[in-house]
């Protein structure tokens, strides 16, 4: 079985289980690589393919081809994309294997790039600062403490 037959089977596999918000992120997210080896039996994609599909899409030079909402855009893809259509091919082919399509999952050793820790947006010191001096008892300035400590909203 191809590919592309396999991502047909994919997708049915997951209307009525996951939101369509999902399977909308499985179709933009696995796009490329039914581009580029749609036609290839499953069961002979190995490791070094999906290392090659890696390094295209490092090297894309335009952002947002073929994206619904968006136009066209010079510039590499982000980290953070990249490691989303990785993500994407992972569970597609594991998803291969848990159906006996595939023997082998060669997504399983496939290594991700790392993504960007990013810190949560708060509020400055200088403004916690004062509300914790104008708080009225104890309670308050504890309820403040956590929810500065804890970067809750």
Known sequence: MDIATCFSSFMLSMKGVKSPATLKWYQLKLHSLLLVMGDREARKVTLQDLREWRAKLADQAIRWEDHPYRKPKAGALSSDT????????????????????????????????????????????????????????????????????????
């Open 82 to 153: 990249i490691h989303g259509h990785l993500r994407a091919a992972r569970r597609f082919f594991h998803w291969m294997q848990i159906e006996g399509i595939i023997k082998v999952n060669p997504a399983q050793h496939l290594e991700l790039p790392p993504i960007k820790r990013r810190l949560r947006k708060g509020i400055k010191e200088s403004e916690r600062d004062k509300m914790l001096q104008t708080a009225a008892s104890a309670r308050d300035f504890a309820i403040i403490r956590i929810l500065a400590d804890t970067a809750c909203r």
